[in-house]
């Protein structure tokens, strides 16, 4: 990849890649790799949720087949 790659900019990529170039530890890399997704999902909770439109499904140990029966309904409101 090139640095200034679309891929090259991914979360991971750039974070491990400063482990890979010796300039920082496996462990300093995976916790910047974890505050770059971190902020990221943050990003996309405030996106979504800028949008009123939006309608979260609660995912937790729940079969798919019951998550999409409730994305049906709600598709049909």
């Known amino acids: 990849f090139e640095k200034n ?3 090259a900019q991914a979360i991971g990529y750039k974070e491990l890649l400063t482990y890979i170039n010796g ?3 496996l462990i ?3 916790e910047d ?3 770059a997704t971190r902020r990221y999902a943050k990003r996309q909770m405030t996106w979504f ?3 009123g ?3 979260w499904l609660i995912a937790d140990g729940r079969e ?3 998550l999409a029966d409730e994305a049906e309904s709600i598709i049909k409101l």
């Open 53 to 55: 439109n939006v309608h």
């Open 64 to 66: 798919l087949s019951s």
């Open 23 to 25: 300039e920082k530890t």
């Open 33 to 35: 790799l974890k505050i």
């Open 28 to 30: 300093d890399a995976i």
């Open 5 to 7: 790659s679309t891929a």
């Open 49 to 51: 949720n800028s949008h």
